[in-house]
């Protein structure tokens, strides 16, 4: 049974995610911020007959990465990094608070490359091992008020195209850009007017999963 580790995985696309590649039969590491949302997902799976744990993960702080990679991979061979988690950060420049810019930054980028780096020595003693970086289309052009986490998604953009090319033949990278979808990360925004036009999370990892071989993932 091969285990994949998935960040931000107690809502959204991480928690679907989560649940179809559990059907699939992948025992899952679900991390995050909060232990009661990975704690549900956990609960799901195990009703299912599928096999999960729980490691809470503050992807913002190098430390909290380095401890919480040593704790899992004492117990577990993860061979499958899906680099989920995100923050947003919407609005013109001028109204953004520093807050909200570190965070996002912090995040979407440190949070992925600190992770990865702490992963990566174990990745490469596994069979076939695979990273995927979940991106999104602000990865791949500019959006009016979305200065910041456009600019996130380039640099996460940037840095898997980097490791696709220094890690070739020893680890698949799979670079994934998608569109909005309809979860938690807009309840605090009106940025999105019209949610209805969005895609499920659900739709969104199935489509994923069907292609999570590949270089480059369009959904």
Not at 118 to 142: D, F, R, V, Y
Request: charged content about 25%.
């Amino acid at each position: 049974m091969k285990t994949i580790l998935i960040t931000g995985s107690g809502t959204g696309l991480g928690k679907e995610l989560a649940l179809e590649y559990a059907k699939k039969g992948y025992k899952i590491i679900l991390t995050g911020r909060r232990e009661a949302p990975l704690k549900e997902v956990q609960q799901l799976i195990h009703q299912e007959g599928g096999h999960a744990e729980v490691f809470t993960l503050d992807l913002t702080k190098h430390e909290s990465v380095q401890k919480t990679v040593s704790a899992i991979i004492k117990n577990h061979s993860i061979s499958f990094l899906i680099n989920n988690a995100g923050a947003g950060c919407f609005g013109p420049l001028s109204e953004l608070s520093i807050e909200d810019i570190d965070l996002a930054l912090q995040t979407n980028v440190f949070g992925t490359i600190y992770l990865t780096k702490e992963l990566l020595p174990h990745l490469l003693e596994q069979n076939e091992p695979k990273i995927m970086n979940i991106i999104s289309t602000a990865g791949q052009k500019g959006k009016v008020n979305e200065s910041v986490y456009v600019a996130s998604k380039f640099a996460v953009r940037g840095f898997t195209e980097s490791l696709q090319k220094e890690l070739e033949g020893k680890v698949t990278v799979t670079a994934t850009y998608m569109g909005g979808m309809d979860t938690p990360f807009w309840d605090e925004t009106d940025h999105i007017k019209d949610k209805s036009r969005l895609k499920s999370p659900q739709q969104v990892a199935e489509i994923i999963i069907s292609q999570d071989s590949q270089f480059e993932i369009n959904v």
